[in-house]
Each structure stands twice: as structure tokens, then as C-alpha cells.
């Protein structure tokens, strides 16, 4: 009779420990001393599967693991005062499994926090989580600043017979020859109602918050710190749709936030793209970009708005990259209500030239394309270039405003192989050269332009080889020795209507090049 009883009291705590649904990691054989614990963090996952999901907490306290496989149902709650460490040892994230790898997908080493085929997963607290990459770090550092040849690791030759079959572009060719490929924090494969928020992520081995072919994905409120290391982005959502990322804080050794799709030929045959993004409320302080989208995009990326965020002390603010080669399209991009300072390179970079590629090619799938872009509302102080646009003979950067731009900088815009560009009301005070330079380039208005720093005997717009352009509505009111220069034997068709140039010494200086004869109204 007692050992009955016994048996049903035991039954009856393990079902009510289970109903709850609340698997704490003290009770399931975990320790919070630092101390390697994988499996019973697994197990209690692996329960609270088993019972159709529930909450895996880690009360206050440092804990070490290996990598976890997340599954659906699932909630990580990390307490205020909880420190979950991964381990530093690679052995721990074999065997190696497949994931997108900076837009291929191959075989390496298992995500930090991994799931794959998997429904309504959340990552909660207010605790944090450390990746320790300084290990990885290290490593190919190692590998990338060698000398001679080294005598190929384990893990390199893991790699490289995974991983033989893939095609590589000839510019990425040196990265992958590395053949240590360091995993991204957190990658979720194909999965579906993704939230993480509340929680602090750092020192991230690879890319940190990097879902694949996901939807419906929530991150809010999550505060990112990885210093000085290579390739640690903070968002980079790949060929997912459904994003909303909202009041994050990120501050990373690569971009901020980046939007993906698929690298070359791997890229358009999953032919999946990246669509319906938000990223608002959010500071970008340390990283090579604020926003970034590409330069992987050749599944293509659509319907982004980017609104009410701060740049301070990014390379860039927003950048678009991608390179003959590439494919896909990006459009419908929308920028509105941002403030930049201390950008050590461009404010605005949509570069289609990234990889340095002078072929000229038809247009075919390889071709990427830029399109339907549009930013407003804008300052940007102690900035080193206000903007490029730098399209590719066979398919010019196309469509593409700035409106109510506010920018001091050392430099200016620069638009070289575009057509339909509009600038609206921007402002460009610089300390070098023209506030706007357009260059082979059509179907161009600069309506309502000007800088309050007119630098003597430099003219505020200065075009060559362009056709269909219209000045308009431009009154400078500093005095101003000259304010647009033309030249070029192909330019053609430039039009100046409705401008005041009271305090213009030269409003119109032409080049010996210029075979049209041009006039102010």
C-alpha cells in the first residue's frame, strides 16, 4: 500500500510539474555554477516537447551548454540574472548539419540555438546570452592572416568533403577556401511564428540572429553587443518573410541589420525571397551598416520599411550591394524618419558594382536589379560622403528618391549609371567638391537643392554626360560663384525652370565637352 501510494504521489507531482508547463532547468538536472550541462537543458526541451510544448526556464545564475536544438511550442524564458554561455569547444557543434552559410546553403557546424521544421518557438527574459565567440574568432584569424599553408585541420577537412559539390562565384572563392565555417547564434530553417525579445545577446561566433526560409518573425526589444570580430551581424533574416523587428539595440563587429535572400546561382534555386519587412524604433551604434540589404539577394527582397531609427557611429547608414552575377531584385524599399551621426563612410551607398565586376554582361537571371526606392525625412550630421548611387551599364539603378534630406558631410551625392532619380528638398552642406554630382545618368531631377556652405569656385550641382534633367525651384541664399556646371559630349536635353539665382555669381558654367547649347529661364 505505501509503495502505491509512493508510485501515485510520484505520478501526480510528475503530471502536475508537466500540466504547469514550466520546466525549470534546476529541476531537470541542470546547474546554474557554470558548469557544462547540454543534456539536461535537451532533456527538458525534449519534455517539454514531448507533453506539446511548455516554457524552459533558466533562473538566475551562469550556465555553460553545448548547442541546443530548439522545437515547436517551445518558449526559452532567461531570467534577469541568468548568464547561458556556449561552450567553446567545436567538438560540441558536430555533427555538422546543414544551414544557409552567408546566402549558400551547406554543412557546418551546428547553430548555437538551432531548430529546423518547427512551429511557434519564442526566446524571452531579461537575461543574456554569450556565444563566447572569441574562440571562433581566433580561429580564422588564424587561418586568414597565414603566411605559408597550413597543414588543414579536422574541421577543414570535414568541410571541404561536405561541401565539394558547390558551385562558388570567383569573388567568394576566398572566403570559402578558409573552410571554417563558423556558425550563426541563433538560425532557425524553415520554421514558422518565431519571437525572440526582451533577452541581450553578445559575442556571437558568426552572424547573431539569422533565421532561413522562415515566416512570421517577431524580434523586439533585444539588445546585441559583439566588439571589434568578424562577420558577428545582428539581424540578418534570409529568404524569410514576415519580419518585424522593433526598439532593438544593436552594436556589432559587421552590419546592424542586414536583409538577405541567396547568393548566386545556390540563391535562385531556392528562389525564395526576403518580403514584408518592418525595422522600427531601433538604435545601430558600432557595425559596418545601420541597414543593410544584400549584397546575398539573389532570391530577391521586397516590400521593406525602415522608419524612426538612430545611426550613430555607423560605417554606413543605409546600403544597398549586390554585383552582376548576383540576380534578383530588390524593390520597394521605403526609408522615412531617420537620424545619422558620425557615419565614417556614405549616409546613403546603393552600389551594383560590389564585386568589382567590369564585364558587361546581357541581361539575363545573373542580372540584379535596383528599383522603387524611396527615403525621406532624413538628417545626417559628421558625415564622411552624403551618398552614391553606382548602377551597372545594362540595368542602371532605376527609380529612386530623396526627399527632405538634411545632410553635413565631406563629400556629397555622386549618381553614376542611373535614370528616374529625384531629389526633393535636400540640403547638402559638404567641405569638398559639388553638394550633387551626376554622371552618365538620365531622367534626373534635383527640385528645391542647396547647400548653406558654398565652397568658392565649386559649383553646388555639377553633371556630365546626362540627358532629360530638370532643375527646378532651387534659390540658393548663400552668395554662390556657381551653381550648376554641365559638360559632356553626350549630355543632352538639361533644363533649368522656375530657379532664383539672385545671389548666383555664375548660375550656369558649361565644359569644353558639351555640344548642346544650354540656358537659364
Request: glycine share 8%; with cysteine.
Amino acid at each position: 500500500m505505501k509503495k502505491l501510494v509512493l508510485i501515485l504521489c510520484v505520478l501526480v507531482s510528475t503530471m502536475g510539474w508537466a500540466n504547469n508547463g514550466w520546466f525549470n532547468i534546476l529541476e531537470h538536472g541542470g546547474n546554474n555554477k557554470g558548469e557544462l550541462c547540454t543534456e539536461a537543458i535537451q532533456d527538458a526541451i525534449d519534455k517539454a516537447s514531448e507533453f506539446g510544448g511548455g516554457t524552459v526556464y533558466f533562473p538566475a545564475g551562469e550556465y555553460l551548454t553545448g548547442p541546443l536544438t530548439l522545437k515547436s511550442n517551445i518558449v526559452l524564458h532567461v531570467e534577469a540574472g541568468a548568464l547561458v554561455k556556449f561552450s567553446t569547444n567545436f567538438d560540441h557543434y558536430l555533427p555538422f548539419v546543414e544551414v544557409r552559410w552567408e546566402g549558400t546553403v551547406i554543412q557546418t557546424f551546428k547553430p548555437l540555438l538551432h531548430a529546423r521544421d518547427a512551429k511557434n518557438i519564442t526566446i524571452t527574459g531579461r537575461g543574456t546570452i554569450d556565444g563566447q565567440g572569441r574562440a571562433w574568432w581566433e580561429e580564422i584569424w588564424r587561418i586568414e592572416s597565414a603566411k605559408e599553408k597550413l597543414e588543414p585541420t579536422k574541421y577543414q577537412k570535414m568541410t571541404e568533403e561536405a561541401n565539394g559539390h558547390i558551385q562558388t562565384a570567383d569573388y567568394y572563392k576566398r572566403t570559402r577556401s578558409y573552410l571554417f565555417h563558423r556558425p550563426p547564434l541563433f538560425q532557425a530553417f524553415k520554421c514558422e511564428d518565431i519571437t525572440i525579445e526582451g533577452v541581450t545577446i553578445q559575442n556571437s561566433p558568426f552572424w547573431t540572429i539569422n533565421p532561413a526560409f522562415c515566416n512570421n518573425i517577431t524580434i523586439d526589444n533585444v539588445s546585441i553587443y559583439n566588439p571589434y570580430s568578424p562577420n558577428t551581424d545582428g539581424i540578418n533574416p534570409t529568404s524569410c518573410s514576415n519580419v518585424r523587428i522593433s526598439n532593438c539595440h544593436i552594436s556589432v563587429g559587421d552590419d546592424c541589420i542586414t536583409i538577405k535572400s541567396g547568393r548566386d546561382a545556390d540563391g535562385r534555386k531556392w528562389a525564395t525571397p526576403t518580403e514584408n519587412v518592418t525595422i522600427t524604433n531601433c538604435t545601430m551604434l558600432s557595425g559596418h551598416g545601420g541597414v543593410v540589404i544584400g549584397s546575398e539577394m539573389s532570391g530577391s527582397i521586397k516590400k521593406i520599411t525602415i522608419a524612426n531609427c538612430v545611426f550613430d557611429g555607423t560605417d554606413r547608414g543605409i546600403r544597398l550591394k549586390a554585383a552582376r552575377g548576383r540576380g534578383g531584385v530588390v524593390e520597394d524599399i521605403r526609408v522615412s524618419n531617420v537620424v545619422m551621426n558620425n557615419i565614417q563612410k556614405e549616409a546613403f551607398m546603393f552600389n551594383l558594382f560590389y564585386d568589382k565586376n567590369t564585364v558587361e554582361e546581357p541581361v539575363t537571371e545573373r542580372t540584379p536589379i535596383f528599383r522603387n526606392i524611396h527615403i525621406s525625412n532624413v538628417t545626417a550630421t559628421n558625415v564622411n560622403t552624403a551618398g552614391r548611387v553606382i548602377g551597372i551599364p545594362e540595368m542602371p539603378i532605376h527609380n529612386l528618391s530623396f526627399t527632405n534630406i538634411n545632410v553635413e558631410a565631406e563629400q556629397g551625392f555622386s549618381v553614376t549609371t542611373a535614370r528616374d532619380i529625384e531629389f526633393h528638398d535636400v540640403k547638402v552642406n559638404t567641405t569638398i567638391g559639388s553638394a550633387f554630382k551626376v554622371e552618365e545618368s538620365s531622367n534626373i531631377i534635383l527640385d528645391h537643392v542647396s547647400t548653406q556652405a558654398p565652397l568658392k569656385d565649386t559649383p553646388v550641382v555639377k553633371l556630365n554626360n546626362v540627358s532629360n534633367v530638370l532643375l527646378n525651384n532651387n534659390f540658393p541664399m548663400q552668395p554662390t560663384d556657381v551653381y550648376v556646371e554641365v559638360d559632356g559630349k553626350d549630355t543632352k536635353s538639361v533644363f533649368l525652370k522656375n530657379n532664383v539665382f539672385e545671389n548666383v555669381k555664375t548660375p550656369l558654367k558649361t565644359g569644353k565637352e558639351l555640344k548642346v547649347k544650354l540656358k537659364v529661364d
